[in-house]
């Protein structure tokens, strides 16, 4: 049982390029979303999904969207990425629509120069 | 709107001394979940523990504890007789119930706490 995987690991990207970060869950669960995170400021929301077909604006969505097609995958991609993109993105799901825990994946790393 | 204080930056100690991570937290609504994660060096985020708003009891497990106390907006992780393993960035999170909890997690930036052998 892999829980959560994210693609890739780590990526280096020019500014301009498209990249997808790719997430993808085994365990079933309704809600789905991304993160990011940047020394100093913690994680910050990017886009969630409560279920398959529906997703909403997080915090810092500017430059970033997302598509839930099925449960399991829940991909973020970064249309012209920009050096501000640089961080290290988690993907999570919860349980249900209650206020559960969420699990996190272990991350992609992501320089964009 | 939601936020969250972890005004503790990084905390240093030595092993065996106990340390309390503080968090403050600010939401308009009366039914609300605390949470806090730990981030070792390997950079997952582990769970820790769920409050909701209802249940200001503390909790022990183990060598952690947590106080909570509403009338100071306030949920505080302590560790006991710290080890080098407690090692990691700890971060405090909050959840409110507006859309049945499925708009995502508001995290304070997170307090280093480092243990010296």
Known sequence: IAGITQAPTSQILAAGRRMTLRCTQDMRHNAMYWYRQDLGLGLRLIHYSNTAGTTGKGEVPDGYSVSRANTDDFPLTLASAVPSQTSVYFCATKEGLLNNEQFFGPGTRLTVL | ?117
């Open chain 2, 1 to 117: 709107a939601q936020k969250v204080t972890q005004a503790q930056t990084e905390i240093s100690v030595v092993e065996k001394e106990d340390v309390t991570l503080d968090c403050v937290y600010e939401t308009r609504d009366t039914t609300y979940y605390l949470f806090w994660y730990k981030q070792p060096p390997s950079g997952e985020l582990v769970f820790l523990i769920r409050r909701n708003s209802f249940d200001e009891q503390n909790e022990i497990s183990g060598r952690y504890s947590w106080n909570f106390q509403k009338s100071t907006s306030s949920f505080n992780f302590t560790i006991t007789a710290s080890q080098v393993v407690d090692s990691a960035v700890y971060f405090c999170a909050l959840s409110d119930d507006s859309g049945g909890g499925a708009d995502g997690l508001t995290f304070g930036k997170g307090t280093h706490l480092i243990i010296q052998p």
